[in-house]
């Protein structure tokens, strides 16, 4: 009974060492989803004209973003959340086959970073009155299917990739999409709408990009986001929006001065290294607010 107790808690502790290690080294794989919520989609993205109202979600975002945001106050929306719950009821009924291309990636990225919000907001309780360390201490985060979006309930791997990635193929999404994390490209601090869509998904790659904090210099090679390492298919895969033969040539577009420099001198394609993944908590104290909006 004691061998057996003891191969149960090492088969546990090697399990769990694999879950983190296959998170560490990869990410899921876009491919669409099955079903009515990805019909929805479809058909609105050949058909649809309509349009979402996004006000009360970028009410939050411009309330409780910090540092352009890099950090959020999940404290003070703790204590303040009727505009994210007003939002998540309305895309929890919004009708995703009537609405426009541009209007459903704006609502389904707004809709995968309120949820993500809302996500964390649960943890807090009474053993966690400050809520988790990390997201991935939430238990099947990413997996649960307990958004609803436009009727259908969803994950957020869904959301992201069963939807947003294989069905709009546009690159710039990692850099709008947030999960929370230190080390995840900055929450935007207004809504995504489909009538700014463009330029926000630039602004985001821009800025993002052209930030020390993910794409910078080290000695004769190119220090980068791990995002760019998890989803680089996106980047150079024909049919992708902007999509380029290599990443440092996507990374060309939009980095600083002094990366371009590096890029050109080492021919366009040098040596590239990616960065370790924080996935500590995007948590800030009450911060003065930032006026940076996007």
Aim: charged share 25%.
């Amino acid at each position: 009974m004691r061998r057996r107790l003891r191969w149960n808690r090492s088969r546990s502790v090697i399990l769990a060492f694999l879950l983190v290690l296959v998170t560490e080294c990869c990410a899921p794989r876009a491919v669409a989803l099955q079903g009515e919520a990805a019909q929805a989609v479809r058909q609105g993205i050949e058909s649809g004209t309509g349009t979402f109202d996004h006000s009360r979600f970028s009410a939050v975002l411009e309330t409780y973003t910090r540092v352009m945001g890099q950090r959020f106050d999940y404290e003070g929306l703790k204590a303040h959340p009727e505009d994210l719950r007003a939002y998540l009821e309305a895309i929890g009924k919004a009708n995703l086959s009537g609405l426009s291309r541009d209007e459903l990636l704006a609502l389904l990225i707004n809709a995968y970073n309120a949820a993500t919000i809302d996500s964390v907001l649960q943890s807090f309780d009474t053993g966690h009155p400050r809520g988790v360390e990390s997201i991935r201490d939430i238990p099947e985060v990413f997996t649960r299917k307990t958004h609803r979006i436009g009727g259908y309930l969803l994950s957020l791997d869904n959301l992201e990739h069963g939807l947003i990635r294989p069905l709009f193929k546009d690159p710039r999404a990692h850099f709008v999409v947030n999960c929370a994390s230190v080390s995840c490209a900055p929450l935007p601090s207004q809504a995504l709408t489909g009538g700014t869509l463009e330029s926000q998904l630039e602004y985001a790659a821009r800025r993002t990009l052209s930030s020390q904090d993910y794409v910078r210099v080290d000695g004769n090679r190119l220090l980068v986001t791990k995002l760019l390492d998890w989803f680089g298919a996106d980047f150079t895969t024909p049919g992708f929006h902007g999509a380029e033969k290599s990443l440092p040539r996507y990374l060309h577009k939009y980095a600083s001065e002094d990366v371009i420099r590096f890029l050109d001198n080492a021919g366009g394609d040098p040596p590239l290294a990616f960065m370790d993944y924080d996935w500590s908590l995007n948590r800030t104290t009450r911060l003065p607010l930032q006026d940076h909006p996007l």
